[in-house]
């Protein structure tokens, strides 16, 4: 039985997503970097396992009925939830943020040049986003709903192209990564989402909204990194044991 301290982070944002306000206050990463445990975690950041480890006791012991057990779900339900719910979201503020973005970059670029790297940095973050969650829609989330039905109706299922569920789970993984880097660069030169004295009011909307958009990635990262992609690996293990 595993003790607290060999938990990871991601399991425990798995077992109660209201885990994850903790670590974000104390700056540690739950979703790319999800695999690490406590001790891990606290290496260099400004709170000792110990601490953190109470906290942690205490959100588990509180009650919350606004919680949601994603945990609890089944995984082609999760996969449903993922696209309508954080696909769209990206897909609904993407063009509205580049908007904005490119408004700054006009007008406050030559005084703040930093709204122009974060500009080009969103830009990316833009285009891969895009491409990624069409990988997910036409690939990877099909081939999840068609193991769970092949389960329900016990029939067998074709080997896929990929040859095994893992290749596209490492390289959404991979791409999860590389958002993470993205956004903390795009933290960092913000000051965390904080406008400056001369910011307009475009300015405080379009880093209030970038904020939003991080934390939004992070809970969508969390649920395919530390929820959804282990229990698809593990239900194709199940396959291939048969």
């Not at 588990?60 to 606004?66: E, G, H, P, R, V």
């Not at 769209?88 to 509205?96: A, D, H, L, N, Q």
């Not at 709903?145 to 029939?155: C, N, P, R, W």
């Amino acid at each position: 039985m595993e003790t607290l301290e060999q938990i990871t982070i991601g399991e425990y944002v798995a077992k109660d997503f209201r885990t994850a306000a903790l670590f974000s206050k104390y700056g540690i990463d739950f979703c790319c970097n999800g695999n690490r445990s406590i001790e891990e975690a606290c290496q260099k950041k400004a709170v000792t396992a110990d601490v953190l480890l109470q906290e942690i006791e205490t959100v588990l012991s509180s009650k919350s009925d606004s919680g949601i057990d994603y945990n609890a779900w089944p995984i082609d339900l999760l996969a449903d939830y993922i696209e309508k719910k954080h696909h769209r979201y990206v897909s609904e503020k993407t063009p509205i943020l580049l908007q904005f973005l490119d408004k700054l970059s006009r007008v406050h670029g030559a005084k703040h040049p930093e709204l122009l790297l974060i500009n080009e940095l969103f830009k990316g973050c833009a285009g891969e986003l895009a491409q990624h969650m069409k990988k997910e829609e036409l690939i990877l989330f099909p081939f999840i709903k068609k193991m769970i039905h092949a389960t329900l109706s016990d029939e067998l299922i074709e080997l896929p192209h990929f040859e095994t569920i893992q290749n596209p789970i490492a390289m959404m993984m991979h791409e999860h990564d590389a958002e993470g880097v993205r956004f903390r660069k795009i933290a960092e030169l913000t000051n965390n989402y904080t406008p400056p004295a001369d910011g307009c009011n475009t300015y405080k909307v379009t880093f209030a909204m970038l904020e939003e958009f991080e934390q939004d990635l992070h809970k969508h990262i969390h649920l395919e990194n530390n929820i959804l992609f282990p229990k698809a690996a593990k239900l194709e293990k199940d396959f291939t044991a048969q």
